[in-house]
Every structure is written in C-alpha cells, then in structure tokens.
C-alpha cells in the first residue's frame, strides 16, 4: 500500500510539474501567438486611469466610485488559467481551425462583413497592422461569434463579477494582430480583459468628442493626432495586459491598439 501511494504521489507530482512548465512555456510565447518575427510595439504609452487590486474593492465602491462615472483597471479579479490555456494558438486552431469566422472592418461603423475559416484567418489575416492601411481595408476578428460553436470555450469563462442592475453580460471574443485595434466608438457599459498580449487604450467621457476619422485606424490616430492633442484634448489611456479587467462606463468614448498579436475577449453590459 505504501509502495503504491509512493506512486500516486509521484504520478500526481509529475502532472503539477507538466502543466507548471506548459503554462510557462505559453506565457512566455504568448500561448503560441507571438513568434521571432513579430512586430511588437514597446510604446504602451502613460497609465492615468485608476488601477486597483480586485480584493481591495468591494461591490458597493465599485458602484458608487466606476459604475457610472469613470474607467477602472482590475488586477486579479477572477481566475482564467483553464481559459487562458484553452485560447492557446494550437488548442484553438485544433478545436476551431475549420470553423467559419465573420470578420469586420477595423473602422468606426463596421459596414463590411467577410466569413472566413477560423485556420485562414490566422494563416493569411493576423499579421501586423500597416501605418497607411484604412480601416474599411483592414478586417478584424472580433465581436461576432457563433455562440453555439464557441460555448464550448466561452462556459469556461469567469467574467467580472461586477454587474450592474438590470443588466446581463454577453460576450465578444477576438484575436488581432500587433498594431490593429479598432477607432473611435462608444456604446454600453462593459469589461474587457486581455488574455494573451497586450492592449492599449483610449477613452474619453461622453461628452468630450474626441478628434477623430472614422475611416482611419488607431494606429494613424496615435502616429498622427495623438502626439499634437492639447492637454486638455488627452484621454484617459492605459495598457491592460494578462489578468487585469478594464472597465468602461456607458457611452464611453473609446478606441483600442493590439501592442502584439493579442487573444481579447469583451463582456458588455446590456
């Protein structure tokens, strides 16, 4: 009997191991998304929005401090490790490579829609984003998923459990390349959270119109506006990374820029 515990100790001791080096191993290359060859941005800009541990705020001070008033950023609010090895380059390229996947342009109202194999879509789309590109020519992957095909992935999820009342949480999943994102635009309130890579953000409240093209990326906005932007035309801005939640309120403006080929998934708050 003792021989045989030995064993099953060691057995389980293995395992704890295999997976400790696994997820190492897809942390460092970004869960298989990033390679050599990369394009990655090392500007990730100034934080001036509030960036909070989950466990030191409750739901009541979120309510009365974010809710309706202003973004936050939270650190360690849920536990997405089974997620996050889920949305690994070959895991989901082995569960969902020949599953069809509807992209959008990257402009402000997203009029084209093209459906493509989720396989050719990383082969051929995900690739950095060029400086001179529009955004009606660039398609992007992300908000409109086939909720019966992806439940599978999604119900191992933890969303924030921050939610506001008389609300429900629905999801939108995306992966981009470095240097995409998408520009200007507001809706409802909601959450968004980088599970591989790393995501730079804009906002302004609603009232404060920020200067804009709809039809030029985010990309040309940080190269060409943002640097001449006066200091009281400058957003809110922060770099969310693995394992923080950003918050926005409703009719937030907002645009968003991939820093490296970034696996993201969105709850919004309808």
């Known amino acids: 009997m003792e021989i045989k515990a030995v064993r099953l100790a060691f057995i389980f001791f293995t395992a704890a191991v295999t997976a400790q080096l696994q997820q190492q191993e ?29 466990s030191s705020l409750s739901y009541q001070q979120f ?3 974010y809710a309706y008033g202003r973004p936050v950023i939270l650190r360690g609010l849920t536990d997405n490790t089974k997620f996050r090895l ?12 020949a599953h069809r996947v509807r992209l959008s342009t990257a402009n402000t109202y997203s009029y084209r829609k093209v459906d493509v194999p989720f396989q050719e879509y990383v082969d051929e789309f995900l690739r950095p ?18 909720f019966t095909e992806w439940q599978s992935l999604f119900e191992h999820y933890e969303s924030p459990p921050y939610v ?50 709809p ?11 943002y640097p001449n932007l006066l200091e009281d035309e400058a957003p809110l801005e922060c ?30 708050l309808g």
Not at 27 to 53: H, K, P, T, Y
């Open 63 to 65: 309510m009365e401090r």
């Open 215 to 225: 039809n030029r990326t985010t990309l040309s906005w940080v190269t060409e506006t």
């Open 164 to 213: 506001l009342p008389l609300t429900s949480g629905a999801y939108s999943f995306g992966i981009a390349g470095p240097g995409t994102g998408v520009p200007f635009h507001w809706h409802g309130p909601g959450y968004s959270e980088v599970i591989y890579g790393r995501k730079r953000w804009f906002l302004y409240p609603p009232d404060q119109e920020p200067h804009f093209h």
């Open 239 to 268: 770099t969310i990374r693995p394992g923080e939640v950003l918050y926005f309120p409703d009719r937030w403006w907002h645009a968003t820029l991939n820093l490296d080929t970034s696996v993201f998934i969105s709850t919004f």
């Open 129 to 146: 984003q060029s400086a001179d590109a529009l955004g009606s020519d660039t398609l992007y992957f992300f908000g409109d998923n086939n």
């Open 86 to 97: 889920l949305c690994s380059k070959s895991s989901l390229l082995r569960e969902y490579g």
């Open 26 to 54: 897809e942390d460092e290359d970004g869960g298989g998304w990033f390679s050599a060859s990369d394009v990655r941005s090392q500007d990730e800009g100034r934080c001036n929005i509030d960036v909070l541990d989950g």
